[in-house]
């Protein structure tokens, strides 16, 4: 909607205007002539909000648009950055489950410094034996491998589940990112808008104001009427003010989650239109796809299947374990064999057979997690249940309220015609055109309002049903 534009062809056309050529005493049967746009004068010098004339050269920044916009925050958002680390964290899980099945290798060694060496001679030896040297070194290789040990197989499985819920989880944090990107983007963008509309208005109010100067200068209006003009004045640069400071700081917090400098400008609403997915059409439909696409509610279920995992993981505790190991050991002392240097080879058996309750009070605990793995995955689904329901009643809502702000943008044009044509006709006052005009602009910036909750609503609807995914870039694939 060119909101603005509207109002320059609308609203402008009802500021009433008379010749100031001195003389002339316009009666109260006399209509006044209306022009199309204000004349700009030393009476609106002095207003508090300046606004760039025509001939002033306004430095205009770059714009963005939503889909530059969310490609900048896939790029460089500190928070999606993050939640790639938190992936590629994750991605090690199955590599040290699977450590615990791999050989391990361990070396030592030492020195030790003896108050004195030990010989002793044995008969019909050439050299006396050595027992210990002063300087005594020694150094040992042990090595273990795993050959039958049952709990690493759920574990290992355990592993990979983890991996892919937190790749589920990642990607959906990658979505809610770009959700509050596009939620920011939509609001910056209905804000200029907004802004505009409003700065156009103080332009008619000047108009207004200047009008009403002069006619109270020849004596044809009360200074009520000039009061009038003026205080609508001040209070439009008012609201030109506040409309700038509040797409300032739309901006400025879309720039935060862009990590960017606020050195640009978001393109009008009508350029950033949300498309409506059209899985959607029915409640039943929009449910169905809600609980297939998003990845919540993926890994909820995957949670489920990790929770059991462990309950097995304990029970396989009461299995026992066989490990072969090795040991290299050598030592600059000899002794009484005469080798330095020894090894060993052969088979680890353990069985934990009773531990004082541990692997019962485990087998519990599990039990209890399992237990509150599949609450949390039903009340996930219940919750996207209840996020597609509110989406759909809100986006109808949303449809219908911007229907009515559109028809009352209608009527309120029509009365501020009707009421050019009777102020022409001298029979409306000045107070009553400046009341129908001010309900047109209300009117105007409530169909900006509701034109925002339609594209907020869209966007709620997509991400509600698990659909909003502008990119297409997915940190992790949903099953």
Request: aromatic share 4%.
């Amino acid at each position: 909607m060119l909101l603005h534009a509207f109002l320059t062809s609308v609203l402008l056309t009802q500021a009433p205007s008379v010749s100031a050529t001195p003389g002339r005493t316009p009666t109260s049967q006399s209509a006044p002539a209306a022009t199309d746009t204000p004349v700009r004068d030393a009476a609106s010098s002095d207003s508090a909000v300046p606004m760039p004339t025509s001939g002033t050269k306004t430095t205009a920044l770059p714009l963005l648009t939503l889909q530059e916009a969310i490609a900048l925050a896939e790029k460089q958002s500190p928070s999606l950055d993050a939640a790639r680390a938190r992936l590629q964290q994750s991605k090690e899980l199955g590599n040290k489950a699977w450590s615990g099945y791999l050989p391990s290798v361990t070396a030592s060694g030492s020195y030790i410094r003896n108050p004195k060496e030990l010989s002793f001679a044995l008969p019909g030896a050439p050299d006396p034996v050595t027992l210990q040297k002063q300087d005594q070194l020694s150094g040992q290789i042990s090595a273990r491998q795993a050959l039958i040990v049952p709990t690493l197989w759920p574990a290992i499985k355990n592993a990979y589940l983890g991996e892919k819920v937190a790749g589920l989880t990642a990607e959906n944090s990658r979505r809610e990112i770009l959700f509050s990107v596009a939620q920011a983007y939509l609001g910056a963008a209905s804000l200029r808008e907004a802004m505009a509309v409003q700065e156009q208005l103080l332009e008619v109010r000047r108009g207004f104001e200047r009008d009403a100067q002069n006619r109270f200068d020849v004596g044809d209006v009360e200074r009520l009427a000039l009061l009038r003009a003026t205080l609508d004045r001040k209070q439009a640069e008012q609201e030109v003010v506040r409309s700038r400071n509040a797409y300032a700081t739309a901006k400025s917090s879309l720039a935060a989650l862009l990590a960017r400098p606020v050195d640009f400008d978001v393109a009008p609403p009508q350029e950033t239109a949300v498309p409506l997915p059209a899985e959607t059409g029915d409640v039943a439909s929009a449910e169905k796809t809600a609980l297939d696409r998003r990845p919540d509610a993926s890994a909820a279920r995957l949670n489920v299947d990790l929770a059991r995992g462990g309950r097995k993981q304990v029970l396989f505790e009461y299995l026992p374990n066989l490990h072969a190991t090795g040991n290299v050991s050598t030592s600059n002392t000899a002794g009484l064999t005469g080798v330095a240097s020894t090894w060993t080879a052969g088979l680890a058996l353990s069985w934990n057979l009773f531990d004082g309750g541990l692997r019962e009070a485990n087998l519990r605990e599990s039990s209890g997690k399992i237990a509150e793995a599949s609450a949390n995955l039903r009340g996930t689904e219940e919750k996207i249940r209840d996020e597609v329901r509110k989406a759909r009643s809100e986006l109808e809502s949303a449809e219908v309220n911007l229907s009515t702000a559109e028809e009352r943008v209608k009527l309120a044009w029509e009365s501020a015609r009707l009421a050019k044509q009777s102020f022409d006709a001298g029979a409306t006052t000045y107070l009553q055109v400046t009341d129908v005009n001010a309900t047109l602009a209300s009117a105007q910036m409530s169909a900006v309002t509701e034109a925002l909750n339609v594209q907020l609503s869209r966007l709620a609807l997509a991400r509600a049903t698990g659909l909003f995914d502008p990119t297409g870039n997915s940190l992790a694939p949903v099953p």
